[in-house]
């Protein structure tokens, strides 16, 4: 059996974050995301990142499928933590072989990694949370360009298929005795199954090409979609925004 | 019978310069089922493609009751006629069923209702309820190419163009496929043009076959065609297992003035054939059997 990369394999879920109107979601979400990621105060970007996990834990998703999603991404957080506090100049507090941790550096260090977490966390309820298609969709509906919409949904289609190909042509190689090995042999061996794969690819994309004219495509595919707004989308994507926005203007108001 | 094809001196190369088709005539009537049957690199896809336009005629040209391709819109064109690919990987495009059977008739410029009811009985005819929302990859080979004659069905087209439909299914699927293309000829008497290897298949899905080799190398019943000894070894070509099983009954004394080319056809002549020899047949070895065999034998293994 066949493991896809699925996103949107928990969507058919129920919780608040699954009744959402996927461009109220969408749009939402994106602001909550911008919003967090301008913050520049760590005690800020940590009540961001607390808010992202309480939609995080409405959205119903199981933990294993989100630690599985965020596993990747803090391959990437987690050296901003280890290089920044000895590359940031300020306040020395530990000294090792000419190297200076400073407390400004550990703290934007923390602020970068913490504002990513959070950044990726809402990316689950956000996007998990609906059909990939449906979500393609609803960027139609929020009229994003009509060739990026294509783009997206023959990619979405055909990332299954590519997955099935590369996975058949692997398992062809290894039943003839390759092996995986960091040496010049296996990696000219894989360069040239990708080149085949390309190949086979754009052959593919021809194929694909013809098919789509012969049932009247006009680079202008619509889709019969419908959505509609309840007045919960209207009340969670007040209470989304309000929050995006009070991360950035309750602080200015305590100052003044 | 009106005319829904006709092919006049059409030849095309590829870029490279191969010669993919010479001189191709064919004349397709209305509600016909064609077989187009030849060996690999014959040109039966290259053919098709220009049947629904997507390939331009170099030399020669087409027409769909009686209106040349080449000065049709793609609308009008795809109104004629449906292709369904080998591969339905190729044509299921988009991320759902429901999505890519409603995306001809959308692009035919039909309302929502419409499209929607298009869909519902494309996906009725075709046995596919509940998998609208089912993404392609989810589904089966089999119902792939279930999904793929929906896609075009939905369509409505006056003529299917289907290259090998019965390629890759388990025999379970192949039948429910034979089956379905038979019902959508007997009850909408859409013309129907199958290029296929499945020789088995020919003789219930195809009224009349050409056979390709570059050019039409002839043309005829499915009978005739595969009576051809000499045509058939000359291109590659098969003939129904059953018919060679009955061929070679003949070896053994087997009285049979008809070969069947299909299982029920079998049945019948076997049934005739017992009843008018009192109950029985008779099947024997002699010294010259074997030799028969042996030219039996060499008749059919040219593969």
């Known amino acids: 059996m066949v493991e896809y990369p699925e996103i949107d394999r928990y969507s058919s879920l129920d919780s ?93 260090g923390i602020l970068v990694a913490v504002r990513a977490l959070a950044a990726v966390i ?35 289609r055909y990332i299954f298929v590519f997955v099935i190909e590369f996975q058949r042509t692997w398992r062809a190689m290894v039943a003839r005795g390759f092996q995986m090995k960091t040496n010049l042999y296996a990696l000219r061996t894989i360069g040239k199954a990708l080149g085949t794969f390309f190949i086979r690819s754009y052959e593919r994309g021809d194929r694909v090409y013809q098919a789509l004219r012969a049932r009247g495509y006009t680079v202008k595919p619509k889709t019969l979609v419908e959505f509609k707004m309840r007045a919960s989308d209207y009340v969670w994507t007040v209470v989304i925004i309000g929050f995006a926005v009070s991360l950035h203007v309750v602080p200015f108001v305590e100052v003044t | 019978m009106r005319e829904a094809i006709t092919v ?18 064919m004349e397709v009537h209305e509600g016909e089922r064609i077989a187009i049957v030849g060996p690999n690199g014959a040109g039966k896809t290259t053919l098709m493609l220009h049947l629904n336009g997507t390939f331009r ?51 035919q410029g039909l309302k929502g209702d419409e ?51 019965t390629a890759n299914l388990d025999p379970y699927s192949r039948t429910e496929l034979i089956g379905i293309l038979n019902e959508l000829n007997d009850r909408e008497g859409i ?68 070969l069947p080319l299909s299982l029920d056809e079998a049945v019948s002549g076997l049934t005739r054939v017992i009843e008018t020899a009192g109950g029985h047949i008779h099947l024997h070895i002699h010294e010259h059997t074997h030799d028969e065999v042996k030219k039996w034998r060499e008749k059919y293994e040219h593969h």
């Open chain 2, 115 to 165: 499209v929607r009811e298009r869909v519902d009985k494309a996906i009725m005819s075709l046995g596919l309820s509940g998998y609208e929302d089912r993404a392609p990859h989810r589904l089966s080979f089999g119902e792939k190419k279930k999904a793929s004659l929906a896609a075009v069905m939905a369509m409505e087209p006056r003529i299917l163009v289907l290259d090998e439909p």
């Open chain 2, 57 to 107: 005629c170099m030399e020669g040209e087409v027409e769909l009751f009686g209106k040349t391709v080449s000065k049709l819109k793609r609308a009008e064109i795809v109104k004629e006629i449906g292709m369904v690919f080998q591969d339905p990987d190729d044509q299921l495009f988009m991320p759902t069923l429901f999505d890519d059977i409603a995306f001809g008739p959308i692009n």
């Open chain 2, 8 to 25: 006049r001196d059409l030849s095309y190369k590829y870029p490279d310069g191969t010669k993919a088709l010479e001189d191709v005539n």
């Open chain 1, 122 to 156: 809402i990316v689950l309820p956000m996007i998990a949370t609906t059909r990939f298609d449906i979500t393609i969709k609803a960027l139609g509906e929020l009229k994003m360009p009509n060739m990026l919409v294509q783009m997206f949904m023959f990619t979405y």
């Open chain 2, 191 to 258: 013309t129907m043009v199958i290029a296929t290897h499945d020789v088995n298949a020919i003789p219930e899905l195809a009224d009349r076959i050409y056979a390709l080799n570059r050019r039409i190398i002839e043309t005829g019943t499915p009978r005739e065609i595969f009576f051809d000894g000499e045509l058939l070894k000359q291109n590659k070509l098969d003939v129904p297992d059953v018919f060679k099983l009955f061929d070679v009954m003949r070896c053994f004394g087997f009285n049979c003035d008809k």
């Open chain 1, 16 to 108: 608040v974050m699954h009744r959402f109107d996927p461009r109220a979601k969408l749009i939402a979400f994106l602001i909550l995301i911008f919003s967090i990621v301008l913050l520049q105060d760590l005690k800020l970007a940590l009540i961001g990142l607390l808010g992202a996990i309480l939609f995080l834990i409405a959205s119903k998703l199981p933990l294993r499928f989100v630690l599985q999603h965020i596993k990747w991404v803090c391959f990437f957080i987690v050296p901003f933590i280890l290089i920044m506090p000895f590359s940031v100049h300020g306040t020395g507090i530990f000294h090792f072989h000419g190297l200076t941790l400073t407390y400004e550096g550990l703290e934007y």
